[in-house]
């Protein structure tokens, strides 16, 4: 397993933008599929994008399409995502995982797990 933590997040009044990153610990970083997944209060952890070990593939959430980007430097051990033209529904505690996986759509296909950065869309 990866140790991760997050740091970026902040409050960010509407179209705003903000990045996060996840710094990891372990030589295995580079084997991991990595993602970003988030859940707002009363809601279950959705995925937000994922990119593979060689950046190859990347998938993201219809609802974030176009306004973000998931980015790695497995020589830095870290993985990004740019968020842009931010909205109120992008509220939610912000979540890096690794996964063995190789399609990590779901919170459960999951291995490790940072301990989550806020993120508040307001005006």
């Known amino acids: 397993q990866v140790h991760l933590v997050e740091s970026g997040g902040g409050l960010v009044q509407p179209g705003g933008s903000l990045t996060l990153a996840c710094a990891a610990s372990?030589?295995?970083?580079?084997?991991?599929?990595m993602a970003w997944f988030r859940q707002a209060p009363g809601k279950a952890r959705d995925l937000v994008a994922f990119?593979?070990?060689?950046?190859?593939?990347?998938r993201y959430a219809e609802s974030v399409k176009g306004r973000f980007t998931i980015s790695r430097d497995n020589a830095k051990n870290t993985v990004y995502l740019q968020m842009f033209a931010l909205q109120p529904e992008d509220t939610a505690v912000y979540y890096c995982a690794a996964a063995r996986l190789a399609y990590p759509y779901n919170a459960e296909n999951c291995d490790s797990w940072g301990q989550g950065t806020q993120v508040t869309v307001s005006s």
């Open positions: 990119m593979s070990w060689s950046g190859g593939t990347t």
């Open positions: 372990g030589r295995t970083f580079s084997s991991y599929t």
